[in-house]
């Protein structure tokens, strides 16, 4: 079981906007600034889309976005489009062990 | 421009000793700030992080893989080697090294190799 909870699947059509949460604890999600989330397309390697809970590398399109609410972060992508469509996974750092990723989310773009 | 790539067996017997090497290019693990961790993924599941080497030879480890788990660098070569001890099918997954940013952040990654482990 991961230690970082998302939920198995989301979906939207183009154009809309989706959230994928990620529920930790205090000891993680909710007790630091270090939360980070990445995409992965089958058969790739995953790819850094966010961090620092709301940072976005260079490269990254603005229609993601992150943020956290207690022990809660959320992915938004906005403008749902078709290359979207992936499997994302949030991390954080965790006081306890270190780093934790969560279970991943498959989004499927109607 | 930062590359990994990962190296090693892609197919080990039940027990045995696992190591893959990492072979990295773009930066130097003698950097303060710099880490390279190790990331595996059973197929079809979640990511799974197993541990980091820091550029001060500092190590953490997934609590519940440390008794099995050592990373070491070799900072002439640029490379960092994975060791897992005592494989078991359940470990069969596709093990990946990562640039490690910031406190929890791995900024690029290499392809990874998917690891077999069976009699």
């Known amino acids: 079981q991961s230690a970082l909870t998302q939920p198995a699947s989301v979906s939207g059509s183009p154009g809309q906007s989706i959230t994928i949460s990620c529920t930790g604890t205090?000891?993680?999600?909710?007790?630091?600034?270090?939360v980070s989330w990445y995409q992965q397309r089958p058969g790739e390697a995953p790819k850094l889309m966010i961090y620092?809970?709301?940072d976005r590398p260079s490269g990254v399109s603005s229609r993601f976005s992150g943020s956290t609410s207690g022990n809660t972060a959320s992915l938004t992508i906005s403008g749902l489009q078709a290359e979207d469509e992936a499997d994302y996974y949030c991390?954080?750092?965790?006081?306890?062990?270190?780093?934790?990723f969560g279970g991943g989310t498959k989004l499927t773009v109607l | 421009q930062i590359t990994l790539k990962e190296s090693g067996p892609t197919l080990v017997r039940p027990t045995q000793t696992l190591t893959l090497t990492c072979s990295f290019s773009?930066?130097?693990?003698?950097?303060?700030?710099?880490?390279v961790g190790w990331i595996r993924q059973p197929p079809v599941k979640a990511l799974e992080w197993l541990g980091t080497?820091?550029?001060?030879?500092?190590?953490r480890y997934s609590p519940s893989l440390k008794n099995r788990l050592t990373i070491t660098k070799d900072t002439s070569k640029n490379q960092v080697v994975l060791i897992m001890t005592n494989m078991d099918p359940v470990d069969t997954a596709t093990y990946y090294c990562?640039?490690?940013?910031?406190?929890?952040?791995?900024?690029?990654w290499g392809q990874g190799i998917l690891v077999s482990v069976s009699s």
């Open positions: 990562a640039h490690r940013v910031g406190l929890a952040v791995f900024d690029h």
């Open positions: 773009g930066f130097s693990l003698n950097s303060r700030g710099v880490g």
């Open positions: 080497i820091y550029w001060d030879d500092d190590k």
């Open positions: 205090s000891s993680d999600v909710g007790g630091w600034n270090h």
């Open positions: 620092e809970v709301s």
């Open positions: 991390s954080s750092y965790s006081s306890a062990t270190t780093l934790v």
